[in-house]
């Protein structure tokens, strides 16, 4: 019983760390570079506060790859400045993504159009398109009231075989598809 108490203090000590970078950030006529700073820090922790599917990784060490479309140069270098280099035990790869490439390494991607054939089951489809998780992406970055915020599609996220974590969960939107960028 001990045990399960210092578990869930150290599930609350992380919620709580968490809860500033995920919460509506202001975007306030931010340039790009500063708007893929602030959508870095919302994938990092999008990517830990997701549970894969046993079997995702057939080896003990082997890395959580992020695939992003190489055409967002501003956010993989923003997610490089970020300094992390591990998540949720695994070290992470990202890894520049071309329009026709195929996705089966990448456990998590950052898309700039969600199209279904390119995502499968274990793979979190992230992107900031407008109707990005109505059309079927996991997790959608929008801007509403001059703030970043993102949607969840917690029917994707089961197609996907995902579990998002509660703290994601609470402060996300359900998808809307009247929002406008």
């Known amino acids: 019983m001990r045990r399960l108490s210092t578990w869930l203090r150290c599930r609350l000590a992380v919620a709580l760390a968490l809860a500033p970078a995920l919460a509506p950030a202001p975007l306030q006529a931010a340039p790009a570079a500063q708007e893929s700073e602030l959508q870095a820090v919302f994938v990092i922790n999008f990517l830990r506060l997701t549970e894969w599917p046993a079997g995702t990784w057939t080896q003990a060490g082997a890395p959580l790859v992020l695939c992003v479309d190489a055409a967002r ?14 998540v949720r035990g695994r070290p992470l790869q990202l890894r520049p993504l071309r329009r026709h490439e195929g996705t089966r390494e990448c456990q998590a991607l950052f ?52 579990r998002l974590g509660s703290e994601l969960l609470k402060l996300a939107l359900p998808p809307d598809s009247t929002r406008r960028p």
């Open 73 to 86: 140069e501003p956010l993989l270098a923003a997610l490089r400045h970020t300094g992390v280099d591990m």
């Open 111 to 162: 898309l700039d159009t969600f199209e279904p054939q390119r995502v499968g089951a274990g793979q979190l489809s992230i992107g900031d398109a407008p109707g990005f998780a109505v059309a079927g992406g996991v997790i959608g970055l929008v801007r509403l009231d001059n703030r970043l915020r993102f949607e969840v599609n917690q029917e994707a996220a089961q197609r996907a075989q995902l």
